[in-house]
């Protein structure tokens, strides 16, 4: 039982290049997350998608897409990478059907955009 | 005004002594709340969940108050193994998302 996995764990692009960070759970879980942590400012929602099939934006989602392809796999992409978009990009998944909220986090990838 | 407010420290306590961290959330319908701790460029992970009537987990603490829209971890006996981010965490609780609010962490540095 892996957890939540996450490739690449690091990632150097030039600016206007693109990118898909991958991201799996085998813990059948419904609902996934992508946030992004910069110094000082604490994890930020990027994306969700409460099931398969679903996806709805979060707190900072302007120049990223994702998709929900099955139940285990959640993708995030960079279309066209800014320098702002610098940052450590965590995936998670959650685990609801047992009432509880926790949420169980990837490795984590690092994004340098120059 | 940030949703979730914590002192980013660092605190530095030596071995054994008992420290304490508190956070403040701006949202009055946040329903969950929790402290993660997250390991230097690791994930984070569940700590503790946070119960209105407080609740201990061995030598960690925590305590919420609603009124005043405040949660507490107190850390007792500390050890050098405790020296980590400790982020505070609330979810608001709209049934779309489930998705948390993250404080920005206070970092803990536990010295022999």
């Known amino acids: 039982n892996a957890g939540v996995t996450q490739t690449p764990k690091f990632q150097v692009l030039k600016t206007g290049q693109s990118m898909t960070l991958q991201c799996a759970q085998d813990?059948?879980?419904?609902?996934m997350y992508w946030y992004r942590q910069d110094p000082g400012m604490g994890l930020r929602l990027i994306y969700y998608s409460a099931s398969e099939g679903t996806t709805d934006k979060g707190e900072v989602p302007n120049g990223y897409n994702v998709s929900r392809l099955n139940k285990r796999e959640f993708s995030l992409r960079l279309e066209s990478a800014a320098p702002s978009q610098t940052s450590v990009y965590f995936c998670a998944s959650r685990d609801r059907d047992t009432g509880y909220e926790t949420q169980y986090f990837g490795p984590g990838t690092r994004l340098l955009v120059l | 005004r940030k949703e979730v407010e914590q002192d980013p420290g660092p605190f530095n306590v030596p071995e054994g002594a008992t420290v304490a961290f508190n956070c403040t959330y701006s949202?009055?319908?946040?329903?969950?709340f929790f402290w993660y701790r997250q390991d230097c460029r690791k994930e984070p992970k569940l700590l503790m969940s946070?119960?209105?009537s407080g609740n201990e987990d061995g030598r960690f603490t925590a305590q919420l108050n609603r009124a005043s829209q405040y949660i507490s971890l107190l850390i007792r006996d500390s050890k050098l193994s405790d020296s980590a981010t400790y982020l505070c965490?609330?979810?608001?609780?709209?049934?779309?998302?489930?998705?948390?609010?993250f404080g920005s962490g206070t970092r803990l540095q536990v010295q022999p």
């Open positions: 946070v119960y209105s």
């Open positions: 965490v609330v979810n608001i609780g709209d049934t779309g998302r489930r998705a948390l609010t």
């Open positions: 949202n009055s319908a946040s329903q969950s």
């Open positions: 813990m059948n879980h419904n609902s």
